[in-house]
């Protein structure tokens, strides 16, 4: 046997087994004779092939391709008037921060520049915790009932038989659920191709509650506005980029941040009282809505800034585990039923894709002590030591949450199985104002062409009909400019209720 004098790499390491030991040569196995078969007493070469074999962990069922990057969360202004989180007691203040942008539909390995939403979810480690606001780049979302979501992500992936992506249940799905229109008005203009992951604006989407110490409590929308604005891409260009550099978004951000441009957005919230919110013309919980922000201002918050790209992808990115549950005191969920299936879905797949102590992974660990009788599963990194594992009158935990936590916010009586997708022209006013007051003269034509390129695949006369209807709903004129660019004939809008059936939002008595 050759003698075991390792040579040393840059960073003084030497080439080892997992277990510490110097091996000499690491493309050899061990063998009897010149030709002979392997040894199993090659602890080595097992030990590298079982870790190969077991290289890969399952990728996130939707958002699985993207980028991430560290850096901190800046508090600029005092809002400690809205809440009595512990990060935002004073201006100055400042919290490590995690982003990972994504795609949604596409596999881990697919283009950075295909035409989907991008995921923005950023973590926040407080001294109260971890923070995670879990959003995207577009402020609404295709549905407001969250038993849709498995359904609705099946016909934006792959067709089970052909194992291709499908237009026709694409545009099925979307064209029965008219819900989704206001998110399609976005998706498909060319915000949906955003020019890079860090180019883009980033929405919370969902409304939370900024609680102050005393109970009182505020709705709240949290706006990240990218500094310098959002760059987006045509169609042609964002598709030419998926063939030629389908790793684009990860390149363009990890080079800005190694040059220092380091990509800032600041951070903004809108607020509603509860009774403001009872007032308002929409369901504050639908999220196919937005604040419009003539009636409620955004106001300064903070600033987010990526100034340091991951050491190691895999340990600071891939193993990052975001989920809008993940809150600290002052900052609380709304009865937003998509946002509470969120709250479970997010740690339920952590457990599945990176084990049940998720959050002991250093990316994922907080910076301030855990304390709890949570022990042992796979992978007890931290298993907290000599603590007792029950609540001990020997040893006992302080506990130290605020107060508010036991007030009482909202009281509903009602009836199960309220319809949350009910369509009114309600769902239509705001896909319109984008479409006659906000979409440019350039944005429609680019709009009109991006969908006509996408449904003009469609098979089903149907699905095409119905989607035209939708759009008619919409605005007839943008209907017939896509049936024009088509070869299809114009088609009525899509009967709906009356606005004044639709959902009305209250905080207390009898929904
Ligand atoms: C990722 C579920 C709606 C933003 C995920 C993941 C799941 C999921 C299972 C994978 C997480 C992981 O493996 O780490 C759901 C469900 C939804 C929903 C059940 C609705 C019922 C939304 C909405 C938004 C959103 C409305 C934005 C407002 C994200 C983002 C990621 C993600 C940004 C990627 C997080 C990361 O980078 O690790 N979602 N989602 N999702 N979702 Fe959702």
Partial sequence: MPSTTAVSTKDGATYTTSTGAPVLEPYAVQKLGQTGPLLLQDFHHIDLIAHFDRERIPERVVHAKGAGAHGYFEVTHDISDLTCANLFSKVGNKAPATVRFSTVGG????????????????????????????????????????????????????????HLKDADMFWDYLSLNP??????????????????????????????????????????QIHFRKEGGWKSLTNDVATKLAGENPEYGIQTMFEDI?????????????????EQAEKFRYNILDLTKVWPHGEYPLRPVGKLVLNKNPDNYFAEVEQAAFSPSHQVPGIEPSTDPVLQSRFFSYPDTHRHRLGVNYNQLPVNKPINPVANFQRDGFMAIDNQGWRPNYQSSLIPLEYKAKPYQQAKHEEWLGYAGADLSFITELDFEQPRALWEKVFSDTDKDHYVSNVAGHLGSVKSPEVKKRQLSVFAAVSQDLSDRIAKAIGHESVPPLKVA??????????????
């Fill in 179 to 220: 819900e989704s229109v206001h998110q399609v008005m976005i998706l498909f203009s060319d915000r949906g191709t955003p020019d890079g992951y860090h180019n883009m604006h980033g929405y919370v989407g969902h409304t939370l509650k900024f609680v102050q110490a005393d109970g009182t409590f505020s709705y709240v």
């Fill in 258 to 274: 190694e040059k220092g441009n380091f990509p800032t957005w600041n951070v903004y919230v809108q607020t509603m009282t509860p």
């Fill in 107 to 162: 596999e881990s390995g697919s283009a950075d520049t295909a035409r989907d939403p991008r995921g923005f979810a950023v973590k926040i480690k407080t001294q109260e915790g971890i923070l995670d606001l879990v959003g995207n780049n577009t402020p609404v979302f295709f549905l407001r009932d969250p038993s849709k979501f498995p359904h609705f992500i099946h016909t934006q992936k792959r067709d089970p038989q052909t």
């Fill in 498 to 511: 009356p606005a004044s059936e639709a959902i009305r939002f209250k905080y207390k008595g009898t929904a």
